[in-house]
């Protein structure tokens, strides 16, 4: 299993980023997709999660909701985070991750990690 997430770049504060996640290696309609972000000295937290069979149950951090939008695209097996309203706190390296089976914000739930796309927003 592959995962290969896409599309971070500086942004200056109140702009926009999409990242995308694509998955390869496997049928992924049987998962749950996340996105985690890990800023300097931080510990790495959850961002947002998505299931690949029902793109309409969705889960966010409170600090993220009504900026960040998670879909799915199941044919291509991607993973999209639409983001809004950015903020120099959503600076962080963001992450996409895969697991089977329900939703969960939990790091260690998760199964499968790409590599990281670098957010910066600068104020």
């Known amino acids: 299993v592959q995962l290969q997430a896409s599309g971070g770049g500086l942004v200056q504060a109140g702009g926009s980023l999409r990242l995308s996640c694509a998955a390869s290696?496997?049928?992924?309609?049987?998962?749950?997709m996340g996105w985690f972000r890990q800023a300097p000295g931080k510990e790495r937290e959850f961002v947002a999660a998505?299931?690949?069979?029902?793109?309409?149950?969705?889960y966010y951090t409170d600090a993220v909701k009504g900026r960040f939008t998670i879909s799915r695209d199941v044919a291509g097996n991607t993973v999209y985070l639409q983001m809004i309203s950015l903020k120099s706190e959503d600076t962080a390296v963001y992450y996409c991750?895969?697991?089977?089976?329900?939703?969960?914000?939990?790091?260690?739930?998760?199964?499968?990690w790409g590599q990281g796309t670098l957010v910066t927003v600068s104020s």
């Open positions: 290696g496997r049928t992924f309609s049987s998962y749950a």
């Open positions: 998505i299931n690949m069979w029902s793109g309409s149950s969705t």
């Open positions: 991750a895969a697991k089977i089976g329900p939703l969960s914000n939990l790091v260690d739930k998760y199964n499968y």
